[in-house]
């Protein structure tokens, strides 16, 4: 029988133990079957340190050189080294590096070209394959596909096309990416799934809507009950500094403000104390004002409808050859 004594750092040639630390820096501890090997283990070596609980199996042929739960960071490796070395983080995980999406307890995504043998090893890792991945991936480190290619994948996976064009728009809005970079990818690879939906995400964009709240509010509030398409992202000064507001309806004789609010409290003091300036500038400038929050838009639509309307006709909007109510919940006719 083999004698399986406590390995260590100095069973490995001199030679090779910088390039063994430098491995375990850089892949935050995590090792494949491949590079043991490599670096001299014997498969007794690794049986020895698995069943002595010193290293532990994280996927398929590869392991975790210590003790105790892997970091994120440890995570990733492992998926990546799993992958092969083609492998990107794509989908949910590479959102998340890019910081479209919070941290979130769920696989580990990666795409992997189609050659490649791995497969999902739930609930660890999910395994996507591509053939442009030379065309989407960044060299980071980790490597993850482009801000971009990210996008429009989430975009494809999606359930419903519905939920394709929400999530356009709510990542478009809030990441750091041009508009146009995220266009140029739609033309340069177009989606096989949503395409539609997703183009009208981008359209939305174009045209000033921010978030999944202000598309809610175009279609199930404005839209469905012959509002009048209000202006989006209208500039005011208040306090010497430019604030936009989500919709305004200036533009058809009512100096009317719409706030569509997404957060459930207010992250920070700055943010309650800008919304208070910015209520008060309204003010003194004669403006009315109605703030709606995504539970008012998402479950009571012809509530908020008839309250700006309401308003709009307080405040000088003439109504004569507007579009008709379209709201199955609705009685025809306008209030």
Same mark, same amino acid.
Not at 79 to 106: C, K, M, N
Not at 170 to 180: G, N
Not at 247 to 260: F, K, N, Q
């Given at each position: 029988?083999?004698q399986?004594? /406590?390995?260590?750092t100095?069973?490995?040639?001199?030679?090779? /133990? !910088? &390039?063994w630390?430098?491995?375990l820096?850089?892949?935050?501890g995590?090792?494949?079957?491949?590079?043991?090997?490599?670096? +001299?283990?014997s498969?007794d &070596?690794?049986?020895?340190?698995l069943t002595?609980?010193?290293?532990?199996r994280?996927l !398929?042929?590869?392991y975790?050189a210590?003790t +105790?739960?892997?970091?994120?960071?440890?995570? %990733?490796?492992?998926a #990546?080294?799993y992958? +092969?070395?083609?492998?990107? #983080?794509?989908?949910?995980?590479?959102?998340?590096?890019?910081?479209?999406?919070?941290?979130?307890?769920?696989p580990? @995504?990666?795409?992997?070209p189609?050659s490649s043998?791995?497969?999902? *090893?739930?609930p660890?890792?999910?395994?996507?394959?591509?053939r442009a991945?030379?065309?989407?991936?960044?060299?980071?480190?980790?490597?993850?596909?482009?801000g971009?290619?990210?996008? %429009?994948?989430?975009a494809?996976?999606?359930?419903?096309?519905? @939920?394709a064009?929400?999530?356009?728009v709510d %990542?478009?809005?809030?990441?750091?990416?041009? #508009? *146009?970079a995220v266009?140029?990818?739609f033309?340069?690879?177009p989606?096989?799934?949503?395409r539609?939906a997703?183009?009208?995400g981008?359209?939305?964009?174009g045209?000033?809507?921010?978030?999944?709240?202000e598309?809610?509010?175009? @279609?199930n509030?404005e839209? *469905?009950?012959? #509002? !009048?398409?209000? &202006?989006?992202?209208t500039?005011f $000064?208040?306090?010497?500094?430019t %604030?936009?507001?989500?919709v305004?309806?200036d533009g058809?004789g009512?100096?009317?403000?719409?706030?569509?609010?997404g957060?459930t409290?207010h992250?920070?003091?700055?943010? $309650?104390?800008? =919304?208070?300036r910015? =209520?008060n500038?309204?003010?003194l400038a004669?403006?009315?004002?109605l703030?709606y929050?995504?539970?008012?838009?998402?479950?009571?639509?012809?509530?908020?409808?008839?309250e700006?309307?309401?308003?709009?006709? /307080?405040?000088g909007? =003439?109504?004569?050859g507007?579009?008709?109510?379209?709201c199955h919940?609705?009685? !025809?006719?306008?209030?």
């Amino acid at each position: 029988m083999p004698q399986n004594c /406590r390995w260590s750092t100095d069973r490995i040639p001199d030679a090779s /133990r !910088p &390039d063994w630390l430098t491995l375990l820096s850089r892949q935050h501890g995590v090792v494949s079957l491949r590079q043991l090997r490599a670096h +001299g283990h014997s498969p007794d &070596d690794v049986l020895a340190n698995l069943t002595a609980g010193r290293w532990q199996r994280v996927l !398929p042929r590869i392991y975790a050189a210590f003790t +105790g739960e892997p970091s994120r960071s440890a995570l %990733l490796s492992a998926a #990546l080294l799993y992958g +092969g070395p083609h492998a990107v #983080l794509s989908h949910h995980t590479a959102a998340e590096e890019w910081r479209l999406l919070p941290i979130a307890d769920r696989p580990v @995504e990666i795409t992997v070209p189609y050659s490649s043998s791995a497969v999902s *090893q739930p609930p660890s890792v999910v395994v996507h394959r591509s053939r442009a991945l030379r065309h989407t991936t960044l060299d980071t480190t980790p490597p993850r596909t482009r801000g971009p290619d990210t996008i %429009l994948d989430l975009a494809v996976s999606q359930r419903t096309a519905r @939920e394709a064009t929400m999530l356009v728009v709510d %990542l478009v809005s809030r990441s750091s990416l041009p #508009l *146009q970079a995220v266009q140029d990818c739609f033309v340069l690879r177009p989606p096989y799934r949503h395409r539609a939906a997703i183009r009208r995400g981008l359209e939305l964009i174009g045209n000033g809507l921010m978030s999944a709240l202000e598309v809610e509010y175009l @279609e199930n509030v404005e839209e *469905q009950h012959g #509002l !009048p398409r209000g &202006d989006r992202q209208t500039p005011f $000064a208040v306090d010497g500094k430019t %604030l936009w507001e989500d919709v305004t309806y200036d533009g058809h004789g009512a100096a009317v403000t719409i706030r569509l609010d997404g957060r459930t409290t207010h992250a920070t003091g700055g943010v $309650a104390f800008r =919304d208070r300036r910015r =209520d008060n500038a309204a003010e003194l400038a004669g403006r009315a004002r109605l703030v709606y929050g995504w539970q008012d838009v998402h479950t009571s639509p012809c509530a908020v409808a008839a309250e700006v309307r309401r308003i709009l006709l /307080r405040e000088g909007w =003439d109504p004569t050859g507007s579009r008709d109510t379209t709201c199955h919940h609705c009685r !025809p006719g306008r209030s």
